[in-house]
């Protein structure tokens, strides 16, 4: 038996904005309608699918896993945003990244609150 993840959907106040939020920092193409949706597709299939909705939004955390020019490319996108970002999930050592498993990371936020995380290798895989 096979199962993948496909897509998911990110709960947010204006889904236009915060799809393209994640598009210009990952560096993917423009968001795609579908229905009520801004779906902003992933290198592996899977989609983030950007839905609007009223009252509270819960934050979640979303990682991704990037090339060294797409990290280059989205920590750009944070200086010249001005965002605040961290090294670590529990928000210690703010303006750094860090170094695990021999790869980059940084953690950020998008305009809902919602944990983004770019990294440059998996977790418990040495990069070399």
């Given amino acids: 038996m096979s199962a993948e993840l496909n897509h998911t959907i990110v709960w947010c106040r204006d889904n236009e904005r915060s799809a393209q939020f994640l598009a210009d920092m990952l560096g993917r193409p423009p968001p795609k309608r579908f229905h009520h949706f801004m779906v902003v597709e992933l290198d592996n299939g899977v989609s983030l699918d950007f839905m609007t909705r009223e009252g509270a939004i819960a934050r979640q955390h979303y990682a991704f896993l990037v090339d060294d020019a797409g990290f280059d490319r989205g920590m750009q996108r944070i200086a010249d945003l001005g965002l605040r970002y961290w ?12 170094h695990n498993d021999g790869g980059r990371g940084v953690y950020f936020e998008d305009p809902d609150g ?8 998996q977790y418990g895989v040495p990069k070399r």
């Fill in 87 to 98: 090294a670590d999930p529990a928000r210690q050592r703010e303006r750094e990244i860090n």
């Fill in 114 to 121: 919602h944990f983004l995380e770019m990294i440059t290798t």
